[in-house]
């Protein structure tokens, strides 16, 4: 064997594992070869690195269940929060032009002009007018006046315009 | 009542858990955590050492697979799948975490530096302490950080563990051939790193190797 292959063959496989024909050819080429005897002593080094780290064995502790379910629940929590916020996101838009709606239609029924009675024009709103005293039993202002009296009052100004 | 569910998740089949945790059963998705937890802490302790590190990624390990519960569709092992969560989830944090830094024969302790002396001087007195001990796997670490995390995980499952090149292909997600050629130039770039590493305890006058 040829430096470059027994380089090669120790990449692949350490001697110890590989075939007897194949580990005596590689022994024998290491024997007469510093170099490649100083490749196989790598390898091995190598080789016992990998399995000293690979020692190592961590075991779930008893708590670790309890955890995973806890960190489950958490995240749908938190999934469940996210989802409002997106709802609440896209729902922002609709709820501040309702909020306006309402806040514009305030304004108007507290500073628009008040409307007027187009059937009894000003005359409607008088206070002192016939229908109003008539109908107006309660009113503080004729209070002393009775239903008969102001009958008889109206009928004597009709009187006087010559009403019959 | 709740001892005979818990009794008949017990003796559940994988594939039967996975649908009943897929839809919100959360003693199924216990019973789950129960029979994998130790493999995927076995799969986190390949790319960390630390308890704490390892819980963490586990936890998060089976954060994801509940998500993605729905993906599976019973076509290969339930263990399978779970161990390339796994895998991916261990690959991705390291990413994450930093770029695999270059080694330097320098950076060894007095104890890493006994250790080596004492293996290149081919005594085997405290093999047993030195190999399973803290200085062997701080040292591992060391020289296994200069090779991507890919490789590494590589290199641990067959060589530290002997696992058969099929399970770690089933693990991976990666083919045969991937795995034999990624393992080799594994071995060749970490033989390599070692090597540098001996030469320079012999000629120490040479200084910071790479």
Known sequence: MRCRQVRKAIDEQLPDAAEAGRRLAILAHCEACAECRGVLEAAEMTARLIQARSFQEIEPSPFFRTRVLAAIRERGAVVVRRQTERLWSSARVIVASMFVVVVVLLAMNLFAPKPVDRIGGEDAVRRDSVERIVMDDNSTADESLTSGQVLDTVFAQGDSYGID | ?210
């Open chain 2, 1 to 210: 009542m709740g001892s005979k569910l818990a009794v008949e998740v017990e003796h559940a089949s994988d594939i039967d858990l996975a649908r009943q945790a897929g839809s919100g059963d959360e003693l199924a998705f216990e019973e789950i955590v129960r029979r994998y937890g130790p493999r995927v802490f076995r799969i986190a302790g390949r790319f960390f050492r630390q308890r704490s590190a390892v819980e963490e990624i586990s936890q998060e390990v089976f954060l994801r697979a509940y998500t993605q519960l729905g993906t599976y569709e019973g076509r290969g092992s339930f263990e399978g799948w779970i161990s390339r969560i796994a895998t991916n989830t261990c690959l991705n944090e390291i990413r994450k975490a930093k770029r695999h830094p270059e080694f330097y024969a320098a950076d060894l302790t007095d104890d890493e530096e006994n250790w080596l002396e004492t293996r290149l001087a081919g005594s085997s007195l405290s093999d047993d302490y030195f190999e399973r001990g803290i200085i062997a796997a701080d040292l591992a670490d060391k020289v296994l950080g200069s090779i991507s995390p890919e490789d590494r995980v590589i290199l641990i499952m067959l060589d530290g563990e002997d696992l058969p090149v099929k399970e770690v292909c089933e693990i991976t997600g990666w083919s045969q051939s991937k795995v034999k050629i990624r393992a080799m130039r594994a071995r060749r770039k970490l033989r390599k790193t070692v090597e540098r590493m001996i030469n320079s305890r012999r000629t120490p006058a040479k200084g910071r190797l790479r």
